[in-house]
């Protein structure tokens, strides 16, 4: 089954600067690939998601980038606020398969002010 | 328009007994999946439910088993708790041929004694 390698498993910045979080996946026909973010007694909350039909998108501060080609996904974070601190999972999910989601095993991120 | 709702929000129970998580999705879903979540790890996917029969499953025991409702709201049983059945269960709600994307609840934290 799909296998998800996400790093670092913390990550401290300081405020306004960039964090970069990267994952790995094993299943080729994976095509669907969200990031979540989790804040203490909350569940996960969608920030941003890409299609295997796009290796780019932005929002905003965030921005996520696919290589189909080596399996990897990042998710990058500009002008970090102390707002950002939370922990971040990316995760990969086949539509055609049910849809069900295979987590990396999480990034703390700490924002420093 | 309430997101995905779980309860309750924290249970204690004994090792041998057996509980009832419940979660009703988010409005104009009709997809229930549950993701069991370890302290510090990524979820990891239990089931998912879709008019009214299990679809997919994770590497989860029968002790783990499931139902959900003509109204889409779902519950999940385990039975003979363990004290490795200590985490947060996700309930997350879906569209099926929607686009793609998952709304988690808060989760409910059971501690196994």
């Known amino acids: 089954g799909e296998n998800v390698e996400q790093h670092p498993s913390t990550l401290s910045v300081q405020e306004g600067d960039s964090a970069v979080i990267k994952c790995t996946y094993s299943?080729?026909?994976?095509?669907?690939f969200p990031w979540y973010k989790q804040e203490l007694g909350k569940g996960p909350q969608l920030i941003i998601d890409?299609?295997?039909?796009?290796g780019e998108k932005k929002d905003q501060r965030i921005a996520v980038t696919l290589n189909k080609t080596a399996k990897h996904f990042s998710l990058h974070i500009t002008e970090t606020q102390p707002e950002d601190s939370a922990v971040y999972f990316c995760?990969?999910?086949?539509?055609?398969?049910?849809?069900?989601?295979?987590f990396g095993g999480g990034t703390r991120v700490l924002v420093k002010p | 328009d309430a997101g995905v709702t779980q309860s309750p929000t924290h249970l204690i129970k004994t090792r041998g007994q057996q509980v009832t998580l419940r979660c009703s999705p988010k409005?104009?879903?009709?997809?229930v999946s549950w993701y069991q979540q370890a302290l510090g790890q990524g979820p990891q996917f239990i089931f998912q439910?879709?008019?009214?029969?299990?679809?997919q499953r994770g590497n989860f025991p029968d002790r783990f088993s499931g139902h959900q409702f003509p109204n889409y709201s779902s519950e999940l049983n385990v039975n003979a708790l363990l004290l490795g059945d200590s985490a947060l269960y996700l309930c997350?709600?879906?569209?099926?041929?929607?686009?793609?994307?998952?709304?988690f609840g808060s989760g409910t934290r059971l501690t196994v004694v």
């Open positions: 997350a709600s879906s569209l099926v041929g929607g686009n793609y994307g998952y709304t």
């Open positions: 299943d080729s026909a994976s095509n669907y």
């Open positions: 890409i299609r295997s039909n796009v």
């Open positions: 995760a990969a999910s086949i539509k055609a398969a049910g849809n069900k989601l295979t």
């Open positions: 409005s104009g879903h009709d997809t």
């Open positions: 439910y879709y008019e009214e029969e299990e679809r």
